[in-house]
Each structure stands twice: as C-alpha cells, then as structure tokens.
C-alpha cells in the first residue's frame, strides 16, 4: 500500500492555520454544545456560517473541531446535570453522574476527555489508512446486515441494563415503536402522525431526553432543597489520578478498537458504540455491580467509542 497520498496529506492538513482553527472549533463547539438538548449536528447547524469564508480544507478541519467539541459538550450535560446531550451520551449518565454526586465530577470528566482523545486519534489514523477497504466494504451492507445491527442494539441495551432484562426488552420495543412514529424513508407514507404536521419527521430524541433525565432531576432537585440545604459540588482534579489511568486504560484500549469498527459500518452510529463498549466492560469486569455506581471504567467505555469520524462514502460507480 502506498502511503504517500497520506502522508502528503497530513502535511497539507497539519498546517499551524488549520490547527489552530481547529483548536477554535473544538471550544466553540464545546461552549455551544454544552447546553442541553443540543448534540454535534444542531451544534454544527448553527455554527456553520462562520466558516464560510475560509478556505475549503480549513472549513472542513473547523467543521470537525465542532464535531468533537459539541460531542463532549454532551458530556458535560450527562455527567453534571444527568441531561445527555444525545444518544450516546445517554450510557455516560449511568456512570459519570454517579461519579459526580460522590464530589468526583472532575474525574468523570477527565477520562471522558483521555479516552475520547485517544479514541478519536486512534478512528482517524485507522480510517486514513484505511479508507479505500472500507469504503468498498461499506457498499456491500444490504437490508439483512441493517437488521442485524438494529437486533444488535436491541440485545445491548438488555446487556447493559443492571435490573430484569425482560424489562430491558420491554423498554427496547416501546423504544422501536416510537421510532416508527413519522413519515416512512422508503414510501413516503405517514406513519402514527394522526395528520400532525409535528409528527411528520418523527419523535426527536431531545424532548425525550429532555423529559425523561432532566425533567425527574429537576423534580427530584425541588424536592431535596426543601429537604437540606447541600452546596453545589465543585468540579476539581480533572486530572485523574494513575489508579484511575490504570483501572480505565483497558476500557479505552478496546473502545478504541470498538469505536472504530463499529463506526465504518453503514448505519452502525455512536449509539450502537457507546452499548457495546459499556457492555464488554461490564462483562469482563471482576465486580460488575459497581457499573451504575460511579466505575471510571464505567465513563471511559461509553465515551471512547463515540468519538470517531463518519464512515468514508463512496459511490458504487
């Protein structure tokens, strides 16, 4: 394989310029994505007319600065105020929100960052590397392999779920039927929407979100004031110490793997990532109950998958 395309490549994109607009990117679109209810792609809606007038490559470079920085935006919101910004945060809220009601929220944070830095290196290299194979593998997924990964999904969230699994399953089909909700991809008929126009693209996750993680915290958070009277926890050492580095430096190996596997399939997605990486911790883990609990090992799953590049699109002409 000849490496020079790349290579000449990444000398034309690692240029101080681009870097830095990059760097602009990620805190823009941490700041913007930060805030509940608005994951990477409303983050990039909004922010997208401030590249216009850069040069193409650069554009793009900043563009996937916003990408990563609203990604971990998300973040945030899960771990601090157990709001996910989107799909994927939603399994950091098991872990990292526990973390933070012990006054470790700066550590929930600190290995969210490592394991999606190193995560996202690790899908970006990869995919450079390997981007024609995995383009021309994208065009052979067909109805049979999305059905697969929409079971896939179905059985992770069982996986995943530390009560009864038949009530996992259960939550997973109410999920499903919701989905159907809008107007079909494929005939274009409506679907559930009883002739409302609001229905007609479906159920967004942010109202649900929205509802069913924010909306009991901020109920439960009323209830407890009048209760006592606790200060607000200070997010400190965001720096994890070297027993949290060691407990969670597996985690991040393999969600790295994971991450970038899962991300090149079609249809494959941050959600589907951010399962399986949580559910193979859990699995190999000696204690499996302290998932749910506050285990780093616990954020660093979920959070290294998520961040990696959209698998390469290629046409079959």
């Not at 608005?38 to 922010?47: C, E, K, N, R, Y």
């Not at 996992?168 to 679907?191: E, I, K, N, P």
């Not at 693209?201 to 929205?210: E, S, T």
Request: contains cysteine; hydrophobic residues 50%; aromatic residues 6%.
């Amino acid at each position: 394989m000849d490496l020079t395309p790349v290579i000449e490549g990444f000398g034309v994109v690692l240029e101080p310029t681009n870097l830095l607009f990059c760097l602009i990117g990620v805190l823009v679109g941490m700041l913007v994505g930060v805030l509940p209810g608005l994951g990477p792609s409303a983050t990039i809606a909004i922010l997208l007319p401030i590249t216009f007038g850069l040069e193409p490559v650069t554009a793009i470079i900043m563009l996937a600065g916003i990408f990563y920085g609203a990604q971990y935006g998300g973040t945030i919101t899960s771990v601090l105020l157990r709001l996910p910004g989107e799909a994927s945060s939603v399994v950091t809220v098991f872990d990292g929100y526990a973390l933070a009601r012990q006054g470790r929220a700066g550590t929930a944070l600190g290995i969210a960052a490592i394991g999606s830095f190193v995560g996202g290196t690790v899908s970006i290299v990869a995919l450079s590397l390997l981007a024609p194979v995995v383009a021309g593998f994208a065009l052979d997924f067909g109805p049979p392999e999305y059905t697969a990964l929409a079971l896939l999904g179905i059985l992770l969230v069982a996986t995943v779920s530390s009560g009864h699994r038949l009530k996992a399953l259960v939550a997973a089909c109410v999920g499903l039927l919701l989905a159907t909700v809008g107007r079909d991809s494929f005939t274009g008929a409506a679907r559930f929407t009883f002739e409302n126009l609001s229905l007609a693209d479906g159920i967004d996750f942010v109202p649900i979100a929205m509802g069913l993680f924010g909306l009991g915290e901020i109920l439960y958070n009323l209830e407890e004031r009048h209760r006592a009277v606790q200060a607000p926890a200070r997010v400190t050492d965001v720096w994890p110490s070297r027993a949290d580095l060691r407990a969670s430096s597996g985690a991040i190996g393999r969600g790295s793997v994971i991450g970038f596997v899962l991300g090149i399939l079609p249809g494959g997605g941050a959600t589907i990532a951010s399962l399986a990486g949580y559910a193979i911790e859990k699995r190999r883990s000696k204690h499996p109950e302290r998932f749910g609990q506050g285990a780093v090992e616990g954020v660093a799953a979920p959070e290294t998958p998520t961040t990696r590049p959209p698998p390469p699109r290629s046409s079959p002409c």
